[in-house]
T-cell receptor, first 109, second 114 residues
C-alpha cells in the first residue's frame, strides 16, 4: 500500500530551527509537496520538490532524497505565527496526491 | 491571486437529508477536487474533475456524488447524509499541469450531521 509518515506533533522555541521529516512509500513518484495549515484555515502551498536536493525559500527550505523516500521541511528563525500543521503530500505514478496526516508544530516563546 | 470559495463555513444537517456543498474558483483552473479532512488522517480524496462534465471517483466516493456543469463550479452532493459524514470538507483547484501545479484550497466547510 501507499504510505506517508510524519511525526504527529513537534514543539520548538521561538527563534530556533526545526526540521519536520516525511518518509514515503508510494507507487511511483512525481513530486513532493509541503503545505502549511493554520487551525481552522485552508492548507496553503509551501514548496515542491521533484529532484534530489535542497530548495530554499526565505526562512523555509525543503529537502528531498528519492532513493531514501525521504523529505524534510526546515523552518529557521521560528516565529509564533509558524504554529500550524505541516502537511506532506506525494504525487504517485497516476498523478494522484497521497497525503500524510500532518505534523502539528507548536512554537513556545 | 487564486480564490477558491466554498459557500458555507459551517453546516448542521440531519441524518437522511440531501446536502449540497458548493465550490467556485476564479482562476480558470481545469482541475477541481473535493477532499475530506478528519483528525489523525491525511486528506482523503472524494471526487475530482479535470474538465467540465467530467468526474472521477477518488479514494472514498461512497455516499457522495458531484456535479461540474461549469468550469468554475464543482459541487459535492451527499445524497442521504449520515453521521459518519461529519467532517471538514475542502475544495481545491489547480491548473492543467498536474505534476507541479499546487492545489489552491477553499476555507473549508465544517459539516455536522446529527
Amino acid at each position: 500500500g501507499q504510505n506517508i509518515d510524519q511525526p504527529t506533533e513537534m514543539t520548538a522555541t521561538e527563534g530556533a530551527i526545526v526540521q519536520i521529516n516525511c518518509t514515503y512509500q508510494t507507487s511511483g513518484f512525481n513530486g513532493l509537496f509541503w503545505y502549511q495549515q493554520h487551525a481552522g484555515e485552508a492548507p496553503t502551498f509551501l514548496s515542491y520538490n521533484v529532484l534530489d536536493g535542497l530548495e530554499e525559500k526565505g526562512r523555509f527550505s525543503s529537502f528531498l532524497s528519492r532513493s531514501k523516500g525521504y523529505s524534510y521541511l526546515l523552518l529557521k528563525e521560528l516565529q509564533m505565527k509558524d504554529s500550524a500543521s505541516y502537511l506532506c503530500a506525494v504525487m504517485d505514478s497516476n498523478y494522484q496526491l497521497i497525503w500524510g496526516a500532518g505534523t502539528k508544530l507548536i512554537i513556545k516563546p | 491571486d487564486v480564490k477558491v470559495t466554498q459557500s458555507s463555513r459551517y453546516l448542521v444537517k440531519r441524518t437522511g437529508e440531501k446536502v449540497f456543498l458548493e465550490c467556485v474558483q476564479d482562476m480558470d483552473h481545469e482541475n477541481m477536487f473535493w477532499y475530506r479532512q478528519d483528525p489523525g488522517l491525511g486528506l482523503r480524496l472524494i471526487y475530482f474533475s479535470y474538465d467540465v462534465k467530467m468526474k472521477e471517483k477518488g479514494d472514498i466516493p461512497e455516499g457522495y456524488s458531484v456535479s461540474r456543469e461549469k468550469k468554475e463550479r464543482f459541487s459535492l452532493i451527499l445524497e442521504s447524509a449520515s453521521t459518519n459524514q461529519t467532517s471538514m470538507y475542502l475544495c481545491a483547484s489547480s491548473s492543467q499541469d498536474r505534476e507541479s501545479s499546487p492545489l489552491h484550497f477553499g476555507n473549508g466547510t465544517r459539516l455536522t450531521v446529527t
